[in-house]
């Protein structure tokens, strides 16, 4: 069983950054692929970005150049990077763990998800 926390969430003006942490126990971390999500209010969850267990990443296209996953498997620990934040990045913020190793987009493909950390960006 995969646990994961994430944390770095919070209130913050536009234009300033964010780094949010999500923290895995349980497993194998540096086999997985993981990925952020996010879903802002009235909003389906979408993908925001993705890293394979051997450092590609993936993003958004309209978060590209923003928006920055890394991992650190010694600390079984994904990061994502918010620069330039803008309201509309409101959103509560999960990652996910595919323990099969491969990264997507698509939410169904990961079989672990944190609970979630709200950034809200004010205007």
């Known amino acids: 069983q995969v646990r994961l926390v994430e944390s770095g969430g919070g209130l913050v003006q536009a234009g300033g950054s964010q780094r949010l942490s999500c923290a895995a126990s349980?497993?194998?971390?540096?086999?997985?692929?993981m990925g952020w999500f996010r879903q802002a209010p009235g909003k389906e969850r979408e993908f925001v970005a993705a890293?394979?267990?051997?450092?590609?990443?993936y993003y958004k296209d309209s978060v590209k150049g923003r928006f920055t996953i890394s991992r650190d498997n010694a600390k079984n620990t994904v990061y994502l990077q918010i620069n330039s934040l803008k309201p509309e990045d409101t959103a509560v913020y999960y990652c996910?763990?595919?323990?099969?190793?491969?990264?997507?987009?698509?939410?169904?493909?990961?079989?672990?998800w944190g609970q979630g950390t709200q950034v809200t960006v004010s205007s």
């Open positions: 890293i394979s267990w051997g450092g590609i990443t």
């Open positions: 349980g497993g194998t971390f540096s086999s997985y692929a």
């Open positions: 996910a763990a595919n323990t099969r190793g491969y990264y997507s987009d698509y939410a169904d493909r990961y079989n672990y």
